[in-house]
């Protein structure tokens, strides 16, 4: 091993680490790995910030902002409505129809955007044919990542995918080379969840007896000595009549156990647990007051919001997060990913899929709408841009994926001459075009390409592909596949899809020489196993339905874990036939 081997192992080690705990932004990590690799002189500036200006970065941006737009038009709310048809007579049909609409919208728009616009006729359907919601949106969801994996745009890992190969020395992949592993996918996720939909989400259609409690939020209520008077006790308060469940008390002294018979005193604050609206109906009471909020001015609303991969305020603190978003608005409340902890929420580090209760004014609450790194849970107000709006914005994607699909113009050309077009055609400007697009992702994914490369070109790819080689290769090519698939499945779960993509993808083009094949069907394996992950709601496209509806972590695994066991089964088995290795 080399000293140069050395460092870039302790950096790969490290990388995995850091995107695995958040400690650090993502978009931190990567940048950090670019300093540090033209600082060790592994590699020159130039090598380093190639892979910032990619062909795939210019495409993924130029996507986000059309797919943005499509989204608050309205356009694909009409469209999905009508590709998915009538509510049908039974919840599998609905399924059925659903998922095949999803998927069908996702080839050519992000599954995020998809998600979300097909979350409230999704949630319309559940209503008309009286069955709990949960039972179509996660098969709603699942259908939107397969659906996206069929092609280049659906989703980002695909173009993370083709801007690491690029620069490792591949051909990109085509707009539509995934295309037929795609459709198998959909198709076979389609059938798995009609068939076996209802008990792998552990729902009956109509029956809500066992259905998870309404998700509920951490929060703290102000103490003033108004409520308290002199001493009085904690079951005094008749929190438990609105509905909230007192955990914790903070005192001037430290923390203390929630006891009925606790005496409180002006300044005290009670760390609750309650769902929404009871938080809601608490400031309204006239008695209490939420920590941070005060007394509930007019105009004052409540809103859920979820935090996205990439997102700036993940790492942050939720009391600079209430400095930074704006007087009119404040957090008052958090539901975290599968965790109990009990803590002043104003304390803690924000992470991928927190849920956010705010209350602001209604101004406010449409600038957090806006807001890229935020996805509002709430129901969507009258969409801005017009119904003309959306379909010129249509118009122009899909002719520059016909131009890009018949190489009339390189893919990321026709999509930036479709965003110019709308922009000096003043459909928008371009304030708002640098508004949509989510720098940190575009930044994530140049910084790992670079990081890839340099695994490369230093021999470290190499080194680790010879340790897979010694334990998997006398089992044959499939075994080889098959480790590269669910080592990748396995990443996806702790970092995000495009991370555990970019991080496998060097490894697997550097077995390739030694097992003397083709490293093309090696990094396809890999791109779509990264995509195919349904087993946590870490995917943005799972985030949504995870806030909006009341699964459990449990929900997910149960569900998606076998739809990831035939995905990956699927991707090994037609890979080798359709690139030949």
Request: glycine residues 10%; proline residues 6%.
């Amino acid at each position: 091993m080399t000293p140069e081997i050395a460092f870039v192992l302790v950096l790969f080690v490290a990388a995995a680490i850091l995107l695995a705990t958040e400690r650090i932004p993502p978009d931190a990590v990567a940048l950090l790995l670019l300093v540090l690799l033209v600082a060790s002189g592994i590699m020159d500036v130039t090598s380093a910030l190639q892979g910032l200006a990619s062909e795939a970065i210019l495409i993924l941006a130029c996507v986000m902002v059309l797919s943005r737009r499509l989204s608050d038009s309205g356009i694909m709310s009409r469209l999905t409505t009508r590709l998915a048809g009538s509510s049908g007579r039974s919840p599998r049909g609905i399924m059925v129809r659903l998922m095949l609409a999803s998927a069908g919208l996702s080839t050519v728009v992000s599954n995020t955007s998809t998600t979300a616009v097909m979350m409230p006729l999704a949630q319309d359907a559940a209503r008309r044919a009286k069955c709990r919601p949960g039972l179509l949106l996660m098969p709603m969801a699942f259908a939107s990542i397969l659906g996206g994996s069929a092609t280049l745009i659906g989703t980002s890992t695909n173009l993370a995918a083709s801007s690491v190969v690029t620069r490792l020395g591949l051909e990109p992949f085509g707009l539509f080379e995934f295309f037929w592993v795609g459709l198998a996918v959909t198709l076979a996720g389609v059938t798995l969840m009609a068939l076996l939909g209802d008990r792998l989400i552990a729902a009956e259609p109509g029956d809500a007896a066992d259905a998870p409690p309404e998700p509920l939020f951490m929060a703290t209520i102000a103490i003033d000595e108004a409520v308290v008077g002199d001493g009085k006790a904690l079951s005094e308060l008749g929190l438990e009549e609105l509905g909230v469940t007192p955990l914790a008390v903070d005192t001037s002294k430290g923390r203390v156990a929630a006891h009925p018979r606790r005496k409180l005193h002006a300044g005290d604050r009670v760390i609750v647990h309650a769902d929404a609206e009871a938080l809601a109906h608490l400031t309204g009471s006239g008695r209490f007051s939420l920590f941070g909020i005060g007394a509930k001015p007019p105009g004052r609303q409540f809103a859920q919001a979820v935090l996205l991969p990439g997102s700036h305020w993940i790492g942050a603190s939720v009391a600079r997060m209430r400095q930074e978003i704006g007087d009119d608005i404040t957090v008052v409340g958090l539901r975290r990913l599968g965790t109990e902890q009990v803590a002043r929420i104003g304390r803690m580090r924000l992470r991928v899929g927190d849920i956010l209760l705010l209350a602001g004014t209604g101004q406010a609450v449409e600038r957090v709408r806006a807001d890229i790194d935020i996805h509002l849970l709430s129901p969507d107000a009258p969409p801005r841009p017009t119904r003309r709006e959306g379909l010129f914005t249509l118009g122009a994607m899909l002719s520059a994926i016909l131009l890009g699909a018949t190489g009339v113009l390189p893919l990321g050309i026709a999509l930036l001459a479709a965003v110019l077009g709308l922009v000096l055609t003043d459909r928008f400007s371009t304030q708002d075009v640098f508004g949509m697009i989510s720098w940190r992702v575009l930044i994530l994914i140049g910084g790992m390409s670079s990081f890839g490369a340099a695994m490369l070109e230093t021999g470290t790819a190499e080194w680790l592909a010879h340790l897979i080689l010694d334990w998997v290769a006398p089992f044959g090519m499939t075994a080889v596949l098959l480790t590269l698939s669910l080592l990748t499945v396995v990443l996806t779960q702790p970092m995000s899809n495009a991370a555990a993509a970019l991080t496998i993808l060097p490894i697997a083009l550097a077995l390739a020489p030694t097992l003397g094949v083709d490293p093309r069907p090696l990094a396809v394996v890999v791109t779509l196993s990264a995509s195919l992950s349904f087993i946590a709601p870490l995917e943005p496209a799972l985030l949504l339905v995870y806030g909006q509806s009341r699964y459990r972590l449990l929900d997910f695994v149960r569900a998606g874990l076998p739809l990831t066991a035939l995905s990956v089964l699927i991707v090994v088995g037609l890979v080798p036939r359709i690139w030949p290795l």
